[in-house]
């Protein structure tokens, strides 16, 4: 059991958070959630040892019972197997992971310390999670991770027999891997015994209650100091005046709760276009994309899922002009009118202040600018700073801003709910359902892509197919079946022999899934080397059977 009693931080003069309590059984889960700039990186700072309080105590917890995956970490061995196997564990153990969480096999042998920030943050994580300490500690663990390594981490988190303790904005994360969430808000912290939407849906009723109790008492308040008010300088009714002084000044006042914080996001109306809005012929480029194809007519909505480092980005980029394709053609129809958000946000010039930014590229004055930004909980200081000095978020919403003032009716986003906290997502989300223009979206934010996506194209090393939109992510989803055609003897046999390639894909693609599972949960060496071979196998299998449906 960790308890937390009346923690207290100040970074000099200023309070981060106060008289923060609460207790965590052993094997809880938890998640920690709030604004940025709320606390709780720094929550964490303190629970690690990192940091001193000044406040308040916490018990339960010793140093090496800690488990914590480092933002910018260190490696001292000569290999990426070499550094997993110096915590003390099997090799196939250290392969089960790190193939969980999206290395490859040539990557084992590369030195731990090139590789790229994001891949780092992701050994890191690997290294905590073989460790199999006590208590886990996790800041932001689905950065940098794809859709398929989340699930594997998620599928891990959920069978892991120790305490969980995680800040993440992930609300698909905190719906399935938490059993409680700490929110923190206003230099406090809420405890609440439930997963997201549980706890999206029980806050709101305690500000409700908090509210209606805070008025019930403003009024009886009044009504008490008007009464000593208009007794007090009577002989006959002083006495009960003066009674009722005491009373007030014994009551213990309610605090007002806080307005509920939320960003309102709205896109506007989208323009007509061309009912087809995108039409992706054949496109290659430098060996990373081969020969795909696909169309986005008007008012679709698609996501576009893949494993990091397959060319969703570069695609994206392929589209808007930003780079040239090998071969291929990328088409726009009429009237469409491109709005771009790219996930390094190369569209903002970081010598310039939000407030330049807007008036240079739209011609807007600076009160305009404000307001546009405003809306974006972009205030004060932070628009008058470069943007090269903001954080992520940050430029995240100064993007946004411009590319809402650009009136496009087709948005292509690139990881647009990056360094986000839930107010903004959650605006995000709601703007990006409301609006009635045409979406094409990469995200590995798996609780966007089920609220706002109408279908989801995965993006494969073979041919992508376009696929209806699944119920999780998460799950094996098949080709779907051409658009029945009135055909000759000749075509219906073509038809037939189509339907079996398509029947046999989706039953091979479900065998390769369960082989997956049973990887993941596979502990002797011996198994884990035949499931090893029977995965390469099926995908092989699966590629020949794609390349026969393709002739």
């Known amino acids: 059991m960790i308890q937390l009693d009346k923690v207290t931080k100040f970074y000099g003069e200023r309070l981060i958070f106060s008289d923060v309590s609460f207790k965590i059984a052993d094997g809880e889960k938890i998640g920690i959630v709030g604004k940025n700039g709320a606390g709780k990186s720094t929550l964490i700072k303190i629970l690690i040892g990192a940091e001193e309080f000044e406040g308040g105590t916490i ?34 153990q250290a ?17 731990p310390n090139e590789f790229s920030g994001g891949e780092t943050a992701k050994i890191a994580l690997a290294k905590s999670l073989l460790d199999e300490p006590r208590v886990l500690i996790l800041d932001e663990p689905t950065n940098h991770l794809d859709i398929y390594a989340i699930d594997f981490l998620e599928d891990f988190l959920k069978n892991y027999r120790y305490t969980v303790i995680a800040v993440t904005h992930d609300r698909h994360f905190l719906q399935n891997c938490v059993d409680k969430i700490v929110d ?33 008492q403003q009024e009886e308040i009044a009504k008490l100091e008007e009464f000593v008010r208009r007794n007090k300088v009577r002989a006959s009714t002083a006495k009960r005046a003066r009674s009722r002084q005491i009373k007030l000044d014994k009551m213990e006042r309610l605090e007002k709760p806080p307005a509920e914080e939320s960003v309102k996001l ?35 909505k698609v996501g576009l899922i893949g494993r990091n480092g397959i060319g969703k980005s570069t695609l ?48 807007l004055n600076i009160e305009q600018a404000r307001s546009a930004l405003a809306r974006l909980d972009l205030f004060a200081q932070v628009v008058e700073k470069p943007i ?85 992510i998460s799950k094996p989803v098949s080709k779907p079946k051409p658009a029945p055609v009135k055909t000759s003897r000749q075509q219906e046999k073509s038809e ?35 499931l090893a071979a029977a995965h390469e196998a099926k995908l092989a299998e699966i590629d020949a059977l794609y390349a026969e449906l393709d002739e």
């Open 266 to 300: 709205r896109l506007g109306e989208a323009d007509e276009s061309a009912n087809r809005v995108l039409i992706l012929d054949r496109i290659n480029f430098k060996g990373i994309i081969k020969n795909f194809s696909a169309e986005i007519r008007k008012g679709e």
């Open 184 to 216: 923190m808000e206003n230099c406090r912290a809420t405890v609440y015994n439930a997963n997201y939407e549980k706890f999206v849906q029980l806050k709101k009723e305690q500000r409700e209650f908090q509210l209606k109790a805070y008025e019930k």
């Open 388 to 472: 090269a000095d903001m954080s992520g978020g940050e430029k995240t919403r100064v993007a946004l801003a411009k590319l809402i003032l650009t009136g496009a009716n087709f948005l292509i986003l690139d990881e647009p709910t990056n360094h986000l906290d839930l107010p903004a997502r959650e605006a995000i989300e709601s703007a990006l359902r409301e609006f009635d223009g045409t979406i094409l979206i990469v995200t590995h934010d798996r609780y966007l892509l089920d609220a706002v996506t109408s279908r989801v194209i995965e993006f494969e090393d073979r041919p992508a197919p376009v696929l209806p939109k699944p119920e999780k």
């Open 496 to 530: 037939q022999q189509l339907e079996k390639l398509e029947a046999q894909i989706k039953m091979a693609e479900m065998e390769l899934k369960m082989l997956e599972r049973e990887i993941n949960s596979a502990s002797e060496p011996a198994r884990l080397a035949e």
């Open 316 to 363: 994206l980029k392929i589209i808007v002009g930003d780079l040239r394709a090998d071969s291929g053609s990328v088409k726009i129809g009429n009237r469409v009118k491109v709005g771009y958000l790219s996930q390094g946000h190369e569209e903002l010039n970081e010598n310039s202040t939000a407030i330049e930014e807007l008036i240079n590229n739209f011609g």
């Open 95 to 111: 392969r089960k992971i790190l193939f969980g969480l999206g290395f490859k096999e040539s990557e084992l042998a590369k030195n």
């Open 59 to 92: 018990s339960g917890l010793r140093k090496e019972d800690i488990g914590y995956a480092e933002q910018i970490p260190q490696f001292e061995k000569p290999t990426l197997l070499a550094e997993m196997l110096s915590v003390g564990v099997e090799e196939f």
